[in-house]
Nanobody, 121 residues
Framework: QVKLVESGGGSVQAGGSLRLSCAAS????????MGWFRQAPGKEREGVAR???????MYAESVKGRFTVSKDSAKNTLYLQMGRLEPEDTAMYYC???????????????WGQGTQVTVSS
């Protein structure tokens, strides 16, 4: 059984930083995508950053240069280091995984429960 558990969300002021973690268990795909997606109230889910088994990373334009996605294979944990946070980054952040993800997570097979990030101005 695959389980994804996010942690690290919270409330910060604009310009601050947070690091999200996604601990994966039971996820043993050799070729995979793991990613971070977010959804703000009243808005559609959007992709934030994706990490592929090839070590390729992809970012939404809105977070390029501010966010970094990485993975610790030994711990089977995905991270999202977020810097220079803006109020527009406020959302529920979800970790997802699968053989592929899709730009907005539409092809991800497994999802975590989400962690809230709130950025105040």
């Amino acid at each position: 059984q695959v389980k994804l558990v996010e942690s690290g969300g919270g409330s910060v002021q604009a310009g601050g930083s947070l690091r999200l973690s996604c601990a994966a268990s039971g996820f043993t795909y050799s070729r995979y995508c793991m990613g971070w997606f977010r959804q703000a109230p009243g808005k559609e889910r959007e992709g934030v950053a994706r990490f592929y088994s090839s070590n390729t990373t992809m970012y939404a334009e809105s977070v390029k240069g501010r966010f970094t996605v990485s993975k610790d294979s030994a711990k089977n944990t995905l991270y999202l280091q977020m810097g220079r946070l803006e109020p527009e980054d406020t959302a529920m952040y979800y970790c997802a995984a699968g053989a592929s993800c899709g730009p907005n997570g539409g092809r991800a097979e497994y999802w975590g429960q989400g962690t809230q990030v709130t950025v105040s101005s």
